[in-house]
């Protein structure tokens, strides 16, 4: 496929080092040259270098410039990108030229894409502190949940773009979702505020996935690329390679130190230790089939469960991040009630008022529970800077074998979306057959305490669950900041439980 060529286009000397400078869009007034990292605005025909760019950090993306596309027909081409940071990891926006002038920006959103427009504002925009996080708002005369409000800054940038907020000086970035109809994929939509301007610039955004986009020009080399990415722990010099796009956290193979890589490789290394390594059941790097693709374990979490009414009520569940290049990111959740599959919702479920139901696109879901939670333990990699005794609190919510659940932070609020799995599917997805015991959950019957039971099976059921309230005792009064209250593997039984899970995301793209 091909692209239309721009009708007129500017080419001019960069004024830092003197390599070509080209201006394909009539609404660019910011370029960062490839040569010298020189940032230059544009003046109607005149360049003034501003300053330099810092490199861009390498999350592998498969998108680059030049790539093109099609979309809803008009053929587009990617001409520039931003890279922003923010407390839990970074993202990029990728500016688009289409074909009849006009543009838009492909935002990488966790392995998932949104495709958004700039929006005119015919009224003032409210200041930031009017976006409290979880509530309920209206723009153009849209509802809106604001599921972020958190400082971002500027990391990188190249390509020539319309906008340029001032490298690393922080600014207000608010993220608003709906359920909104917008989309073939019927996902919501993303409405973003960005307050480096003034007024504000906003954009309205719906999911894509790139095979729907028709890209050519992407990376080939990417896989070489994270092939090199090695570094040695901090904590006890083993060598560490990270594998994952757009890692922002990973584990030491050796000590399971827990090292935050949101800085790229050759940043400061920060790391946690942690003691009572959690044997995952599905192995990392393993990978299985569901939903009709492949997906690799790439990490798993041990979260624990509290019930605000009773403190000392703790229960402990397991979540497998699932990758596929395509299709980005799901979860593996297995809990006691069952294994199932979610995945970050684009739009943002409608809550009744008082927080016993739930709607999106058109289903209903019950309030099933709500709770505490809390990362206990972690292995791999993840795409948000996870970290040991991060806290969400979470509300579940079903509707018949479909799931709905909400994990909302001071800054963030994140759905997620999907339904229950057989364990024998999981068995078969990972090829794990003989272990399928093990991967049994609600779906097995109670066990039957019939004539046929030995003496001896009754003693040893009567030890584990001795066992198991011992453990129970212990974890009510351990400081999870400081030991790991709850393993998945104790002496040979394992305790799972709790509710059918959620996740603790690094959130949307912003």
């Known amino acids: 496929m091909t692209t239309d060529p721009p009708q007129r286009s500017y080419r001019a000397l960069c004024p830092g080092c003197g390599g ?6 009539a609404q660019s007034t910011h370029a960062v040259c490839g040569y010298c990292q020189s940032t230059v605005v544009r003046d109607g025909e005149v360049l003034k270098r501003i300053g330099k760019m810092a490199e861009l950090f390498d999350d592998h993306s498969p998108l680059q410039l030049q790539a093109s596309g099609t979309w809803r027909g008009q053929s587009f081409t990617l001409v520039g990108r931003l890279q922003y940071k923010y407390p839990e990891g970074t993202w990029s926006e990728w500016y688009a030229l289409l074909a009849d002038g006009s543009s838009a920006y492909l ?3 966790n392995g998932a894409y949104v495709w958004a427009v700039a929006q005119p504002q015919s009224r003032e925009l409210p200041t930031t502190e009017r976006f409290r996080v979880g509530a309920t708002t209206a723009i153009n005369g849209q509802s809106y949940s604001v599921a972020s409000n958190q400082q971002v800054m500027l990391l990188a940038a190249q390509g020539e773009l319309p906008h340029l907020p001032a490298l690393g ?10 359920q909104g109809a917008a989309g073939s994929s019927g996902n919501g939509s993303v409405l973003s505020i960005d307050y480096s301007t003034q007024p504000p610039a906003v954009t309205l955004g719906q999911p894509v996935r790139l095979e729907d986009l028709q890209l050519t020009g992407l990376r080939d080399e990417s896989a070489k690329d994270e092939k090199g990415r090695q570094f040695n722990c901090p904590n006890c010099g083993a060598p560490v390679t990270v594998s994952l796009a757009g890692s922002q956290s990973i584990t030491c193979p050796s000590c399971n130190s827990l090292i935050d890589v949101s800085q790229g490789i050759g940043g400061e290394l920060k790391h946690a230790t942690q003691d009572e390594p959690v044997r995952p059941l599905i192995p990392l790097g393993s990978i299985g089939q569901l939903q009709g693709a492949s997906w690799q374990v790439v990490g798993f979490q041990h979260r624990l469960g509290v019930d605000p009414s009773d403190p000392d009520e703790h229960f402990g569940w397991e979540e497998y991040l699932l990758y596929n290049q395509q299709r980005g990111f799901i979860f593996l959740v297995d809990s006691t009630e069952g294994w199932s599959v979610v995945k970050p919702c684009t739009g943002a479920p409608v809550m009744n008022g008082n ?11 019950t309030l099933k529970e709500s709770y505490n939670a809390q990362t206990s333990y972690v292995l791999g990699e993840f795409y948000w800077q996870v970290s040991r005794g991060q806290r969400t609190s979470n509300r579940d919510f079903a509707s018949g074998a479909n799931l709905l659940s909400m994990e909302q932070s001071p800054n963030e609020v994140v759905w997620s979306v999907g339904s229950r799995i057989d364990s024998a599917k999981v068995a078969a997805a990972f090829k794990l057959q003989d272990q399928q015991k093990l991967l049994r959950r609600s779906d097995v019957g109670p066990v039957s305490f019939g004539s046929a039971m030995s003496v001896r099976t009754l003693i040893v059921i009567f030890l584990l669950l001795l066992l ?10 351990c400081d999870p900041r400081v030991e790991n209250c709850s393993s998945g593997y104790v002496g040979g039984a394992r305790s799972s439980g709790g509710s059918f899970g959620g996740f603790s995301s690094g959130g949307g793209h912003k």
């Open 169 to 178: 000086q922080p600014f207000a970035m608010v993220e608003l979702r709906s």
């Open 355 to 365: 927080g016993q139901s739930a709607t999106y696109l058109g289903t209903r879901y």
């Open 20 to 25: 070509p400078l080209s201006f394909t869009s």
């Open 107 to 109: 935002s990488e959103d």
């Open 468 to 477: 198991f309230s011992t453990l129970i005792s212990r974890c009510s009064s």
